[in-house]
């Protein structure tokens, strides 16, 4: 079966610091994989979202970047962290192709907190 | 742009009675709905979609596009629904972008 990490768990990390969450997907090949980040008070807000290795796909603009260098592994990072990069980061993945895009898996998400 | 809304941060109904979860959406095109659901200690996933019209947890929803909405019903809510349960869209299927709303909780009182 199919199955999805993500470290760390929590993290709190000063303004200016760099950034680097890891999320891998176990059980399916060739997933696309997607970032999300739920600030306070608000929805899930896409972020990235990636259909293969070295293929990114940016929804906002943003202080955040994203890579895939291998298969099933998608990293979220930034190079210097702004306070308002405070939230909680979800990883997600579904199965490749275009019939199930919308039928998500989460990881059990980052939080993050900017200090 | 697409929005979602879910107007009710938290909603506490009796267990037996009746629940409706709302959802209104706005976007241009033809939108696929769907509910996600996120249990104590558990991971978000997906309940159900419109297009399937189907009953999942004794939970349905109907899309209404003269109404743009897509509430989430149950005619009898049982203590195990408690959850947070979010609303999201799919501008197309041809989409990788699920919009979502910022989700209500549903405390079920024994």
Known sequence: SQTIHQWPATLVQPVGSPLSLECTVEGTSNPNLYWYRQAAGRGLQLLFYSVGIGQISSEVPQNLSASRPQDRQFILSSKKLLLSDSGFYLCAWSLPGTGRRYEQYFGPGTRLTVT | ?110
């Not at chain 2, 696929?32 to 019209?53: G, K, T």
């Open chain 2, 1 to 110: 742009a697409q929005r979602v809304t879910q107007p009710e941060k938290l909603l506490s109904v009796f267990k037996g009675a009746p629940v409706e979860l709302k959802c209104n959406y706005s976007y241009s095109g033809s939108p696929e709905l769907f509910w996600y659901v996120q249990y104590s200690r558990q991971r978000l996933q997906l309940l159900l979609r419109h297009i399937s019209r189907e009953s999942i947890k004794g939970f349905t929803a109907d899309l209404n596009k003269g109404e743009t909405s897509f509430h989430l019903k149950k005619p009898f809510a049982q203590e195990e629904d408690s959850a947070m349960y979010y609303c999201a869209l799919q501008a197309g299927a041809g989409s990788y972008q699920l919009t979502f709303g910022k989700g209500t909780k549903l405390s079920v009182i024994p």
